[in-house]
């Protein structure tokens, strides 16, 4: 699984002025503090939202050289041996599904219940633990991006107009509302926060 990079975005005021890997932020950002006029600088991270500190002292080279993104590291000996070598031929029987024994204890309805699922017990129960699997995970990651968002517009918007009633609708998961609430915002910094409130982390129209 390939690793993802970490990307960031950074303004000037309520300008965005760069979004990408770390390096060309923190260039960025040196540029603008040459012109401290319009406003603080400041960066984020778009996977949480929050503000980090960098630190632009030294030439363009002492940068490159600080932020450089790490290269990937090699496979190791015993993985690259594994690859390598032939898989073993698949014997006979039910194949292996990392299946793990444990005591459960239920009701005798329960029981019953279970009785009558197509598959009986054990597969009704993988059933079940994964449909909560899925809804759990859903509302975790629906929660991970209010967060997100609430950071940055904490940070950034708290003196913007409708700015409570805008974090009432981020976390009533009303984006309708909060597209109206935003409406007046610097188009940089609405953009940015309509796309840390999305999902799909694509910024909506």
């Given amino acids: 699984m390939s690793k993802i990079t970490p990307t960031y975005t950074s303004f000037a005021g309520h300008r965005c002025i760069a979004t990408g890997p770390l390096l060309g932020n923190v260039l960025a950002v040196r540029q603008a503090l040459d012109n401290p006029a319009e406003g603080p600088v400041l960066v984020f991270d778009d996977a949480s939202g929050r503000l980090i500190d960098v630190d632009t002292r030294g030439s363009s080279a002492d940068l490159a050289e600080r932020f450089a993104e790490p290269a990937p590291p090699e496979p190791a000996a015993d993985a690259q041996a594994a690859l390598a070598a032939p898989s073993e031929p698949r014997g006979r029987g039910r194949p292996r599904m990392g299946v793990v024994a444990r005591e459960v204890t239920l009701l005798p309805r329960h029981w019953e219940w279970l009785a009558t699922q197509p598959g009986g017990a054990s597969v009704s129960l993988r059933k079940l633990v994964e449909e909560a699997r899925r809804r759990g995970a859903a509302r975790d990651r629906q929660r991970e991006v209010q967060e ?58």
């Fill in 148 to 205: 997100r968002a609430y950071n940055f517009m904490s940070a950034m918007a708290g003196d913007l107009p409708a700015f409570e009633e805008a974090a009432r609708a981020l976390f009533a998961n009303d984006s309708a509302r909060l597209n109206e609430h935003t409406a007046a915002w610097p188009p940089d910094v609405r953009a940015y926060l309509l796309k840390l409130a999305s999902s799909s982390g694509e910024a909506s129209q």
